[in-house]
T-cell receptor, first 111, second 112 residues
Framework: TQLLEQSPQFLSIQEGENLTVYCNSS?????LQWYRQEPGEGPVLLVT?????EVKKLKRLTFQFGDARKDSSLHITAAQPGDTGLYLC???????????FGQGTELSVKP | ETGVTQSPTHLIKTRGQQVTLRCSSQ?????VSWYQQALGQGPQFIFQ???????GRGNFPPRFSGLQFPNYSSELNVNALELDDSALYLC???????????FGSGTRLTVV
């Protein structure tokens, strides 16, 4: 059974602060996808990381894939209220062709 | 690109009834997956279809079934509804699963 642990589950910060969300698994996965979901909407793909050690940047968001391809992190610099939402990591496993989601991190950025 | 569209957006059913949810995939996407999402939780994988064949299934009972049609649209059927089936049901389509999925806005199912 492939499990993906995401932490923290809840995060409430002030505008301008930095934060990091972690995603860990005991299994190696083919790729790791990060999504953001707003209330009443489906998840929207932010980025996909494929290569161990890979780092990708999307404006103030930095995504990192662990060397062993078992973990990933999302770092947000100078968070803004518009960053508020549910952040989801999802691991794609070639075996069975499944996309497995973590529990999500509910981020609230207060002005 | 029209994205993924799901219908209906909201639905209320009685325990024991059956329900069919529908999904139109993004143009050109041949893979469609269905997920169940409880409030504040990550989506749980139900099953996936590739070119009209089921090619992956999560830990859901057989009363959850599906179809994919030649135009790659899809249906999720749930029989003998239970109260715990109340959730947001998400459909997602992809051309290259390892690169990412496009999700619909979901169907909010309430079982009373």
């Amino acid at each position: 059974t492939q499990l993906l642990e995401q932490s923290p589950q809840f995060l409430s910060i002030q505008e301008g602060e930095n934060l990091t969300v972690y995603c860990n698994s005991s299994s190696v996965f083919s790729s790791l996808q990060w999504y953001r979901q707003e209330p009443g909407e489906g998840p929207v793909l932010l980025v996909t990381v494929v290569t161990g050690g890979e780092v990708k940047k999307l404006k103030r968001l930095t995504f990192q894939f662990g060397d062993a391809r078992k973990d990933s992190s999302l770092h947000i610099t100078a968070a803004q209220p518009g960053d508020t939402g549910l952040y989801l990591c999802a691991a794609f496993y070639n075996q069975g062709g499944k996309l497995i989601f973590g529990q999500g991190t509910e981020l609230s950025v207060k002005p | 690109e029209t994205g993924v569209t799901q219908s209906p957006t909201h639905l209320i059913k009685t325990r024991g009834q059956q329900v069919t949810l529908r999904c139109s995939s993004q143009s050109g996407h041949n893979t469609v997956s269905w997920y169940q999402q409880a409030l504040g939780q990550g989506p749980q994988f139900i099953f996936q279809y590739y070119r009209e064949e089921e090619n992956g299934r999560g830990n859901f009972p057989p009363r959850f079934s599906g179809l994919q049609f030649p135009n790659y649209s899809s249906e999720l059927n749930v029989n003998a509804l239970e109260l715990d089936d109340s959730a947001l049901y998400l459909c997602a389509s992809s051309l290259d699963q390892s690169r990412g999925y496009t999700f619909g806005s979901g169907t909010r199912l309430t079982v009373v």
